[in-house]
């Protein structure tokens, strides 16, 4: 047995070479392989008859050649075995090889396999599968290439489906995050504007049935139209109290930004209640007594009724006034200019509706007092029409607030520059176009407007959070595109994560100052 030891230039041990019974071996980190080089035959260094090695040399030269062809030829189909990455290299790792030719371990237990050095030095060397092995057993497991390039499709669509789910999931997650649970807007019924609506509807109530006793009493045009107008608000106010109850309910998948209109939706109906009922009733009793008067009897238990309904509909209509007027302060705007927005609608029906009922009471009254007076029936059939006018004006308004509201209109202009100002003075923001704030009722905003931001802020803003000098080295150390390309993508992502928080930043800010804005929508230009 014969031994060589080889060194460089440097001196340094490159190899030891054993030869034995003519046979050439390569001794490298204790395992002895039958010896080739990649710069050529060894042997030739050495001594000229070892033939094994001339031998292996020519081999490996011809496989060289061979897998050189076989790359060209598949770089140049376009519908090849492998991806891009997968042509650039010669072996390929078990996971690799199922993810990319949907192969199972099982598949791959026959193949030729060796090991090669991990990328990472404190790992152990990895196994790998010849490339070449890989594509033939694929090729033999799906049958063709189309039967593999379908599945390969099928697989993407797959994925794309997958991450669509998982980019949905994230948004509902971040949706609930977002909105507490046990909020509703400006309270049920038994806050805020509901106690005003159930005070209303048992005083009405109430009312009805007292007025009603002294219509069927006396047979006044005057008290019929005033019983008409109780009964007419009572529904009206239990009509109110189903929009406060339905409108505190949370957002569903059907309803993704809540019930709130529905404040405006019963508003409108009870308008339109007021208008038809109260209203035309009214208006047409006082036309009947006009041209079929009747004699007129006693109004002496009238006045009492009427004097207590005068009582009870001031009283609600005093909490009517303190509940619009806190709401008027909470909003910032003066009362009327709340009145007429109608920001708080049911408790803007409750006012007019009680002070309409004040004033009929007070025309009522006053048009029994003198047909009594008068012993006759006209002036309490003109007090009818006039307390249906009242009605019908006041449903008027009603009806007009509440479809607006309802078709959808911009919150004060000087609030939305408020708005605006405070996302200019973000650092990540350049400017704010397009912008939008609906008023969607109960005191909810939808604020939406489109954001440029700043790219060179967001990532100095990721870059103050990274190592400069690891990621240098670690680019230093690339030796291939594939490298490259995993580096910028992990980057990129990560940068397109923290713009996704800065976005939730700015949205959360932007809710804590002003909490009227429920619905936040920013988009980036």
Not at 208 to 237: I, P, R
Not at 251 to 267: K, Q, T
Not at 384 to 406: D, K, R, T
Not at 416 to 424: A, C, D, K
């Amino acid at each position: 047995m014969s031994r060589w030891l080889f060194k460089s230039k440097s001196h340094r041990l490159v190899s030891v070479v054993v030869v034995e019974r003519g046979i050439c071996f390569h001794c490298l980190r204790g395992n002895f392989i039958p010896f080739f080089s990649n710069r050529g035959l060894l042997s030739n260094w050495i001594q000229p008859n070892c033939f094994h090695s001339q031998k292996l040399a020519l081999q490996k030269t011809e496989e060289k050649k061979t897998r050189l062809s076989m790359s060209t030829a598949n770089e140049g189909t376009a519908s090849g075995l492998s991806s891009k990455n997968g042509m650039e290299r010669n072996f390929i790792t078990p996971v690799r090889a199922m993810n990319d030719f949907f192969l199972k371990p099982s598949d791959l237990e026959l193949l030729r396999k060796t090991r090669r050095r991990s990328p990472y030095e404190s790992e152990p060397p990895i196994t790998v599968y010849w490339l070449k092995d890989v594509e033939a057993k694929a090729l033999e497991v799906w049958g063709s290439q189309e039967a593999l390039d379908r599945e390969r499709k099928k697989k993407t669509e797959e994925l794309k489906r997958y991450q669509q789910y998982i980019f949905s999931v994230k948004r509902v997650l971040k949706d609930m995050r977002k909105e507490p649970t046990n909020w509703s807007p400006q309270g049920g019924l038994m806050e805020g504007s509901g106690k005003v609506v159930l005070t209303a509807i048992v005083i009405n109530g109430c009312n009805f049935l007292f007025k009603l006793v002294a219509w069927l009493y006396t047979g006044s045009h005057s008290m019929f139209s005033e019983c008409l107008h109780s009964l007419a608000d009572t529904a009206n106010q239990l009509i109110l109290a189903y929009g406060i109850h339905k409108s505190s309910q949370q957002s569903n998948p059907d309803h993704p930004y809540g019930y709130s209109n529905m404040r405006y939706v019963a508003s409108l109906v009870s308008g339109v209640g007021i208008f038809c009922v109260g209203a035309g009733l009214s208006v047409y009793h006082g036309i009947t007594g006009i041209f079929n008067p009747d004699p007129i009897g006693s109004f002496y238990w009238a006045f009492f009724i009427l004097g207590g309904s005068l009582v009870s509909e001031s009283a609600t209509l005093l909490m009517a006034i303190n509940s619009l007027r806190k709401g008027a302060a909470n909003a910032d705007m003066p009362f009327w200019d709340y009145v007429k927005r109608g920001q708080d609608p049911s408790v803007n029906v409750v006012l007019l509706e009680d002070l309409a009922a004040v004033a009929g009471v007070v025309v009522a009254g006053s048009c029994m007092a003198v047909a009594s007076h008068l012993d006759s029936p006209l002036p309490d059939a003109v007090g009818s029409l006039l307390v249906g006018v009242v009605l019908g004006a006041v449903a008027s308004f009603i009806i007009y607030s509440n479809s607006a509201a309802l078709v959808g209109r911009s919150i004060p202009l000087s609030r939305i520059q408020q708005i605006n100002s405070e996302l200019e003075r973000d650092l990540m923001i350049r400017a704010v176009h397009d912008v939008k704030g609906i008023d969607m009722g109960s005191g909810l905003v939808r604020y939406k407007a489109e954001v440029d931001f700043d790219g060179r802020e967001l990532t100095r803003s990721y870059l103050d959070k990274q190592d400069l000098e690891m990621m240098l080295e670690e680019v230093r150390k690339m030796t291939s595109i594939n490298e490259m390309e995993a580096f910028l993508l992990k980057h990129g992502e990560n940068i397109v994560d923290l713009l996704g928080a800065e976005i939730d930043r700015i949205e959360n800010a932007l809710r804590k100052k002003h909490p009227e804005v429920r619905h936040c929508d920013l988009e980036l230009l």
